[in-house]
Nanobody, 119 residues
Framework: VQLQASGGGLVQAGDSLRLSCAAS?????????IGWFRQAPGKEREFVAS????????RYADSVEGRFTISRDIAQNTFFLQMNSLKPEDTAIYYC????????????WGQGTQVTVSS
C-alpha cells in the first residue's frame, strides 16, 4: 500500500488549502480509515481528522473543527483535507495515514506535505 500526500504550500492567515492523499496498491475495505495528522517543529505529531473508507463518521480535532473538512473521491481512491481560515498555528507537515480497522493503529503513512501559514 502506498499513500501519496500533496497540496501543501505557503499561504497567508485566513487563506485556504486543499490537501490530497492518493492511495494505491491494494483493494480497500469500507472498514479502513484514512487519517490526517500534522507535526509542527518541536512538537509531537497530532491527530487532525479521519474518515472511514466508506465515507462515514468524519472526526476532527477540536483545533480544526469547523474550519477543516475531510472528504473522499472513492473512484480515485483519493482523500482530501479542505483547510479554510488557516491560522499560523496550523503550520506543520501534514501526513495522511491508513488503518485497517478501528482496533488497529495507523500503520501506513504518506510522505508528508508542508503547510506554512504566515501571519
Amino acid at each position: 500500500v502506498q499513500l501519496q500526500a500533496s497540496g501543501g504550500g505557503l499561504v497567508q492567515a485566513g487563506d485556504s488549502l486543499r490537501l490530497s492523499c492518493a492511495a494505491s496498491g491494494r483493494t480497500f475495505s469500507s472498514d479502513y480509515a484514512i487519517g490526517w495528522f500534522r507535526q509542527a517543529p518541536g512538537k509531537e505529531r497530532e491527530f487532525v481528522a479521519s474518515i472511514y473508507w466508506s465515507g462515514i463518521s468524519p472526526r476532527y480535532a477540536d483545533s480544526v473543527e469547523g474550519r477543516f473538512t475531510i472528504s473522499r473521491d472513492i473512484a480515485q481512491n483519493t482523500f482530501f483535507l479542505q483547510m479554510n481560515s488557516l491560522k499560523p498555528e496550523d503550520t506543520a507537515i501534514y501526513y495522511c495515514a491508513l488503518r485497517t480497522s478501528a482496533k488497529n493503529a495507523y500503520t501506513t503513512w504518506g510522505q508528508g506535505t508542508q503547510v506554512t501559514v504566515s501571519s
